[in-house]
């Protein structure tokens, strides 16, 4: 039995924006990438009454079980699929979808249980797989990963200045014994770094940059925007939001990409590619989060929505 707590105090991001920007119709068939704890797909579900239809993925099994537990009212309005948003083309035929959104990344659900290891302010297995049905775990290449490829993924997705210095340092370490827990690697991690003056703490950029690899999450976002603009209809709205500065770079250059008639250098005078736009960008800078929605979510801070509609 789900504790309706776990979703009615959950607030989905730049919802309103969000809204805004999908603009939901009474006989529109959507998608949502990333269902979560349901808050963006319920949004959608009641804008789009009163026969609106959603499909909505998570990897997560808990999350699906929350999510379907939230939606129930909706009955056969909405289809919950436990399969990654990549595979959207197996489940939406091209020009179907009215609109498609994804709002990547970890949520504060899955940060906030110990026994998934995502978070270094708990001490709980190495784990940070969105599905336990992945082959690759944090664990997996924290122990067996090489230490320059460490050190690439720590530089690479999570940013970290110190990237050589923490490789080499949980290479030493799991020399001694394995890495099982996050509290383990948060403390490697935190002797590697020292304080420093940040505000952050010195594990963040490293968790993130593991979470990253573990679950691909750039390859995913890579892979879904042109299967999301195939599915759209003429007139669909694309939705991204994203929490990493290398994710919103992806969605930004996809969206201006495809926004544009011609990709020929500017010094070329006749066109030879015959690229063609099929994107119009309806966001010219990515939309953020107000101080009062920071105030009540400060997960929001980092948030960066862009959207588009196909033509
Ligand atoms: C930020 S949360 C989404 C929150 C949601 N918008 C809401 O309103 O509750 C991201 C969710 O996406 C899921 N996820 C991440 N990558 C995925 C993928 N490739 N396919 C399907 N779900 C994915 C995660 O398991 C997580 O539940």
Redesign the pocket.
Same mark, same amino acid.
């Given at each position: 039995m789900i504790d309706p707590s776990l979703y009615s105090s959950?607030i989905?991001v730049l919802f309103e924006s969000c809204m805004r920007l999908m603009n939901p119709q009474p006989c529109g068939f959507y998608a949502?990438?990333? &269902? /979560?704890?349901?808050?963006?797909?319920e949004g959608i579900l009641k804008a789009s009454a009163p026969d609106g239809k959603l499909i909505a993925?998570?990897?997560?099994p808990v999350?699906i079980e929350i999510a379907q537990e939230r939606l129930k009212p909706y009955g056969s309005r909405v289809r919950i699929i436990q399969?990654?948003?990549?595979n959207l083309g197996l489940y939406a035929e091209d020009n179907s979808l009215d609109g498609f959104i994804v709002? &990547? /990344?970890?949520?504060s659900m899955?940060l906030d249980r110990e026994d998934r290891g995502f978070s270094f302010l708990q001490d709980g297995p190495l784990d940070m797989r969105?599905s336990p049905a992945q082959a690759v775990s944090a664990a997996d290449i924290v122990n067996d990963w090489p230490e320059e490829e460490l050190s690439r993924i720590l530089w690479e997705y999570g940013e970290e200045r110190k990237s050589r210095r923490i490789a080499a340092m949980i290479c030493a370490e799991r020399n001694a014994a394995r890495i099982e827990t996050t509290g383990q690697l948060r403390d490697i991690i935190q002797s590697a770094v020292g304080y420093g003056r940040e505000k952050i703490h010195p594990a963040t950029r490293s968790f993130q940059a593991i979470r990253i690899a573990v679950?691909e999450?750039l390859k995913?976002v890579e892979s879904v925007l042109p299967a999301a603009v195939n599915a759209l209809k003429p007139g669909g709205r694309l939705l991204v939001i994203s929490f990493h500065s290398l994710e919103d770079r992806i969605v930004k250059n996809f969206i201006r990409k495809e926004s544009r008639d011609c990709l020929c250098p500017p010094e070329q005078l006749v066109c030879t590619c015959g690229h063609k736009a099929i994107l119009r960008e309806l966001t010219r800078h990515p939309v953020i989060a107000d101080e009062d929605e920071i105030r009540i979510n400060p997960r929001a801070r980092s948030a960066r929505l862009r959207a588009a509609v196909k033509l």
């Amino acid at each position: 039995m789900i504790d309706p707590s776990l979703y009615s105090s959950h607030i989905p991001v730049l919802f309103e924006s969000c809204m805004r920007l999908m603009n939901p119709q009474p006989c529109g068939f959507y998608a949502d990438g990333t &269902l /979560g704890a349901g808050g963006h797909s319920e949004g959608i579900l009641k804008a789009s009454a009163p026969d609106g239809k959603l499909i909505a993925f998570d990897l997560d099994p808990v999350a699906i079980e929350i999510a379907q537990e939230r939606l129930k009212p909706y009955g056969s309005r909405v289809r919950i699929i436990q399969d990654s948003y990549v595979n959207l083309g197996l489940y939406a035929e091209d020009n179907s979808l009215d609109g498609f959104i994804v709002d &990547l /990344g970890v949520s504060s659900m899955q940060l906030d249980r110990e026994d998934r290891g995502f978070s270094f302010l708990q001490d709980g297995p190495l784990d940070m797989r969105f599905s336990p049905a992945q082959a690759v775990s944090a664990a997996d290449i924290v122990n067996d990963w090489p230490e320059e490829e460490l050190s690439r993924i720590l530089w690479e997705y999570g940013e970290e200045r110190k990237s050589r210095r923490i490789a080499a340092m949980i290479c030493a370490e799991r020399n001694a014994a394995r890495i099982e827990t996050t509290g383990q690697l948060r403390d490697i991690i935190q002797s590697a770094v020292g304080y420093g003056r940040e505000k952050i703490h010195p594990a963040t950029r490293s968790f993130q940059a593991i979470r990253i690899a573990v679950n691909e999450e750039l390859k995913a976002v890579e892979s879904v925007l042109p299967a999301a603009v195939n599915a759209l209809k003429p007139g669909g709205r694309l939705l991204v939001i994203s929490f990493h500065s290398l994710e919103d770079r992806i969605v930004k250059n996809f969206i201006r990409k495809e926004s544009r008639d011609c990709l020929c250098p500017p010094e070329q005078l006749v066109c030879t590619c015959g690229h063609k736009a099929i994107l119009r960008e309806l966001t010219r800078h990515p939309v953020i989060a107000d101080e009062d929605e920071i105030r009540i979510n400060p997960r929001a801070r980092s948030a960066r929505l862009r959207a588009a509609v196909k033509l």
